[in-house]
């Protein structure tokens, strides 16, 4: 997948985690571009550890919501963070 490609996935992955994430979210369109993108990194990674296979980050369901899985943990942590 190339840069285009890496961009609409976290920029899609991102704006589904601000929708199912509880609470008020202040990031704007790069803020949530980049909360897609660590989170599709970071659901990439867990899912390899937890499933133990290889999740290639395409336009599939599986590492789609790998991604949003990701993305949204990012989010809970960055909102526990900016409360405190």
Do not use: Y
């Not at 867990?46 to 949003?68: H, I, N, S």
Request: charged share 10%; glycine share 18%; hydrophobic share 60%.
């Amino acid at each position: 997948m190339g840069i285009i490609g890496w961009i609409l996935f976290g920029l899609l992955a991102g704006a589904v985690a601000r929708v199912l994430t509880p609470g008020r979210q202040t990031i704007g369109c790069f803020g949530t571009l980049a909360v897609g993108v660590v989170g599709a990194l970071l659901g990439g990674f867990l899912g390899e550890v937890v499933f133990d296979t290889d999740v290639d980050v395409g336009w599939d369901l599986k590492p789609f919501l790998l991604a949003v899985a990701g993305a949204i943990v990012l989010l809970l942590g960055l909102n526990a963070v900016s409360r405190r």
